[in-house]
């Protein structure tokens, strides 16, 4: 049985199988999903309009729970340090219970795109099992017109089943959780976990696979381009600032979290963001916070007061509060998903140990070496079992997304970097003062000010000093930024403690950078950072 929608025809005799005896519901927009969504329990309206979820027991990603089916195809190109496989006769099973599971269940189809450039596209369709997670992948991925539906040809199919439960001796997973991804046939397979980036991460995962074969950079960042054209990235694990810098009302987004860059300049994957709202408040991220006061954002475990408002302080649920939204919500987003060569590229860190000065300008050899390194924190909520920020390095800034070894992608943005002469920034977005625990989140306003500086030109114009511990130059002193915080060392209390913190933090970059020592050439490795000892 079918409901009334935009549908393609086809459905249930394609080429996952997927049939049901239940009710179907084709492209529904976001009043039809709100009516579902409240009728069946599954959400509920707040007072400014948007629909607030829970997603239970898992309030993040499981990476732990992540499958990529080895097979002819995958087994030679696929990074499986870093990827667990599951085999073909493993996922035929999986995929035959999701089937059955299915079988009599009502299910919701969305038909969207993952890429803004038709030429590096991924038209997708997305069967949940929930309306909200329908509303939510169709906020995040890019929603073709209405006419083209019709005749939509999914190249990749995405199946999420929360109340499915895998059988680890059947499927070959390690608990009831799966998110298992074949590469070769684009089926991906989520079950066991109410959480929605799980959908929004596989397509991007997919498109990590995908896009180097056609030599297209696909980089975990946010992007935004100013008035005169000039386009900047902003690479950065969940946490470090993706969203809220990119989202700067005197320049248009592209996008907030995943892009490719290729010969035509960078183009969005996603129609949509997914913003953290832990603490959002409408004086620091006025934009980001106007789309939760508005029909069609969905809110992911945000705590309501009795009168339905949010609050953005509670995290008794889960420091990982999240709103996704659709791209143009954000007053000043690009209408297209497209801008030209990027000027500027920023790397973001959230430093644990408050070592990191909150700007330092790199060379293209330092460049690589932090893309490779992807140094940030892991952030309280994030994942699974990570209750406060821990030091962690996660190559490329997205290492649980890329199938490829991180080489790869790194000679990739090496060639693009120099062939198009942009700029390179490293900035913290953590803390100063103190490591976690004793200093402080670095100033906001403060970050935004240098950011500024670095994206129109004139922070190169500042003096600079060389940090002893890493190489790279640190602006000495800025209009309106506090002096001080400027150089780390004195922001310490201790200046002891601090220099034993930085040989620390230097001693787990070299000790992370052996396994990258191999793919890289002198000059990437002249870029790695020194002991005081080994300097003396």
Known sequence: MTDAGIRNPDFGIDKVGLSTSGTVHYNFSAPALYEHAIARGEARLTAGGALVALTGQHTGRSPKD???????????????????????????????????????????????????????????????????????????????????????????????????????ARHGTGSETVIAIDLTRMIVLIGGTAYAGEMKKAVFTALNYLLPESGVMP?????????????????????????????????????????????????????????????????????????????????????LDDERRPDFDDGSLTENTRCAYPLDFIPNASTTGRAGHPKTVIMLTADAFGVMPP???????????????????????????VSEPEATFSTCFGAPFMPRHPSEYGSLLKQLIAGHGAACWLVNTGWTGGAYGTGRRMPIKATRALLAAALDGSLNQSEFRTDPHFGFAVPVALPGIERAILDPRSTWGDRSAYDRQAERLVGMFIDNFEKFESHVDAAVMGAAPRTQIAAE
Request: aromatic share 10%; glycine share 8%; with cysteine.
């Open 219 to 303: 980089m975990h960042c946010s992007a935004n381009v100013g008035p005169d054209g000039d386009a900047a990235v902003f690479f950065g694990l969940s946490g470090t600032g993706k969203t809220t810098l990119s989202a700067d009302p005197s320049r248009t987004l592209i996008g907030d979290d995943e892009h490719g860059w290729g010969e035509d300049g960078i183009f969005n994957f996603e129609g949509g963001c997914y913003a953290k709202t832990i603490r959002l408040s409408a004086e620091a991220e006025p934009e980001i916070f106007a789309t939760t006061q508005r029909f069609g954002t969905v809110l992911e475990n945000v705590v």
């Open 359 to 385: 700007i330092a300008r790199l060379t293209p050899a330092q460049a690589m070496y932090h893309f490779l390194s992807g140094y940030t924190a892991k952030v309280a909520g994030t994942e699974r079992g």
């Open 66 to 168: 992540k499958y990529i089916v080895r097979d002819a195809r995958t087994a030679p190109s696929v990074w499986w340090d870093n990827n667990k496989p599951m085999e073909p006769e493993a996922f035929e099973r999986l995929h035959a219970d999701f089937l059955a599971h299915a079988a009599d269940r009502d299910l919701f189809v969305q038909d969207l795109i993952g890429g803004a450039d038709a030429a590096n596209s991924l038209p997708t369709r997305v069967v949940t099992e929930y309306a909200w997670h329908s509303l939510f992948i169709r906020n995040l991925l890019i929603r073709p017109e209405r006419d083209a539906l019709a005749g939509f040809e999914p190249r990749m199919t995405i199946i999420d089943l929360p109340s499915f439960r895998a059988d680890p």
